[in-house]
């Protein structure tokens, strides 16, 4: 298991091993749940950030404040989103994110997949962002490039551990589960990064499951940068 501390050279890999995603470059945001947790009673008011680029997230309405679980995804803390909660950052989506170069990570299980409800995106634009779909059973990401809303899709289960991976370069948007297989769609830049992140929330419904993880930077990392944040990931959170 990776832990925390300075890269470590592998003789055999020969290339770096990344302890945490602060070792990869041009990271924007990192949240995780047990580091920069405010509690309000049980529920969480704000998650800081601790890519080191100031990206926080809070929710002042106490009504709308997810859940901490001190032992949630396994048996890491993570934060319960009842389908009525939210966080926000006050910075726009372009502070995580270019128009055609982005990676994000988020570790969740969904406890309702059916509808539209938003794992992470904009406030107000829905110019790209991530969510389990109107379908049921499938995880969807879009993406807005002044065309069409271009989607990438995977099926998915509830009450199930995901890592999701959603990436975007200059000619296409990328979704994958825990490792598996990507789906690729073309799509083009981003329209509009300009309404603020947010986490639980969107244009669309409001999620009902967990988060325990949220890693973003801006450009879309490289197959060994990939390789190297999913075995982070799958350490910690036992994800075969």
Same mark, same amino acid.
């Given at each position: ?29 990192? &949240?995780? %749940? !047990? ?6 009673? =049980?529920?969480? $008011? +704000?998650? /800081? *950030? ?68 938003? &794992?992470? %995106? !904009? ?6 962002? =991530?969510?389990? $779909? +109107?379908? /049921? *059973? ?68 409001? &999620?009902? %499951? ?31």
């Amino acid at each position: 298991m990776l832990g925390a501390g300075s890269p470590i050279v592998g003789v055999v890999h020969q290339q770096p091993r990344y302890a945490n995603p602060r070792d990869v470059p041009n990271l924007t945001l990192w &949240l995780r %749940g !047990d580091m920069g947790i405010t509690l309000n009673g =049980a529920t969480v $008011s +704000a998650w /800081a *950030d601790q890519s080191g680029s100031g990206n926080d997230v809070s929710q002042a309405t106490a009504a709308n404040q997810p859940t901490f679980r001190a032992s949630g995804i396994n048996g890491q803390p993570d934060l319960d989103f009842d389908g009525g909660d939210s966080l926000v950052s006050a910075a726009a989506l372009s502070a995580f994110f270019g128009a055609q170069a982005k990676s994000l990570y988020l570790v969740t299980s969904i406890d309702t997949i059916a509808g539209d409800r938003n &794992l992470f %995106g !904009d406030n107000a634009g829905g110019f790209f962002f =991530a969510r389990s $779909s +109107a379908v /049921a *059973d499938r995880l969807d990401l879009f993406n807005w490039d002044g065309a069409a809303y271009d989607i990438a899709t995977q099926s998915a289960a509830a009450d199930t551990k995901y890592i999701v991976h959603a990436r975007h370069d200059t000619s296409n948007i990328y979704l994958s589960l825990n490792g598996g297989t990507e789906n690729t769609v073309a799509s083009g830049a981003t329209t509009n990064l300009t309404f603020a992140m947010t986490l639980g929330r969107g244009t669309g419904g409001l &999620l009902d %499951g967990k988060i325990a993880e949220v890693v973003a930077y801006n450009r879309a990392l490289n197959a060994s940068e990939r390789a190297l944040m999913l075995d982070y990931l799958k350490a910690r959170y036992s994800v075969a």
